[in-house]
């Protein structure tokens, strides 16, 4: 980790734990190991604010989602406290819900009422997984530049946002915008 966001005792602690749950899994599209993507979304974070609830919260937020069932909600309280595994909890999307109102619907509407807090590692891991975009099909960047827009465009109209989430989603729309002038307008005009 970079000398500028050294890690507290609890993060160097959730940094083991977090690449120990997610060891010998990898990113769908890039193939590298998973733990480069929680690694990348603590380093997001850390940049716009550095209380070590929020990295900790950051090198677990797909513990419960991915490691499950060897990685439990009280596993984190025991290891964690409450307050790391109740951002967790919260940063854990629910299938049945997603599979009932649709991704984009779903991901708007938790994001739209979750915490502070849990927005600002929410916003750092989509602003991580829009970064990926490169080594994603065609059709799958197409999907997620269209679902992050429809999340961006509506939280920002909707919710009140902390000086934080409004810098990661900046890094966002400069994303999008440079997805949309590089891939989408570009395949569209075949």
Not at 65 to 71: K, S
Not at 90 to 110: F, I, N, P, Q
Request: contains cysteine; proline residues 2%; charged residues 30%.
């Amino acid at each position: 980790m970079p000398k500028k966001y050294p890690l507290t005792e609890l993060e160097q602690k959730a940094w083991n734990f977090a690449q120990e749950a997610h060891k010998g899994t990898s990113r769908k599209f890039s193939g590298d190991p998973y733990f480069e993507h929680v690694r990348k979304v603590f380093k997001l974070v850390k940049k716009v604010d550095t209380r070590e609830i929020l990295g900790s919260a950051a090198l677990l937020h797909d513990t419960l989602e991915d490691c499950h069932p060897q990685v439990t909600y009280e596993i984190l309280v025991e290891n964690f406290g409450k307050e790391v595994a109740n951002l967790v909890k919260e940063l854990t999307s629910k299938e049945d819900l997603v599979d009932a109102m649709g991704k984009s619907d779903y991901l708007l509407d938790k994001m739209a009422t979750m915490s502070d807090d849990a927005l600002t590692v929410k916003l750092s891991d989509r602003l991580q997984n829009l970064s990926d975009h490169f080594s994603a099909s065609d059709k799958f960047r197409k999907k997620y530049y269209e679902e992050t827009k429809y999340i961006v465009d509506s939280l920002k109209a909707n919710r009140q946002l902390n000086k934080s989430q409004i810098t990661i989603i900046n890094l966002i729309k400069g994303l999008l915008d440079m997805m949309n002038k590089r891939y989408i307008q570009t395949f569209e005009g075949f």
